[in-house]
């Protein structure tokens, strides 16, 4: 009789999340080289998320 194996799950961390007090931001995933290439967001809807490494940011108003 063969043994099944099952497939080894991988726990995959939550996507970082930053709040800013800028209107736009630049997302490069955060790996130096082995990040990926820069993008740019408007937060002018209160938040976006970056489509390569799903880092979230949200806009959190002026800091004063």
Do not use: N
Request: aromatic share 10%; net charge negative.
């Amino acid at each position: 009789m063969s043994e099944q194996k099952t497939p080894a799950t991988s726990i995959t961390p939550d996507p970082e999340v930053i709040y800013t007090d800028k209107r736009r931001v630049s997302c490069d995933g955060g790996g130096g080289a082995l990040g990926h290439p820069i993008v740019w967001y408007s937060l002018e809807d209160g938040e976006a998320e970056c489509g390569y490494c799903d880092r979230k940011f949200i806009y959190k108003g002026d800091a004063h």
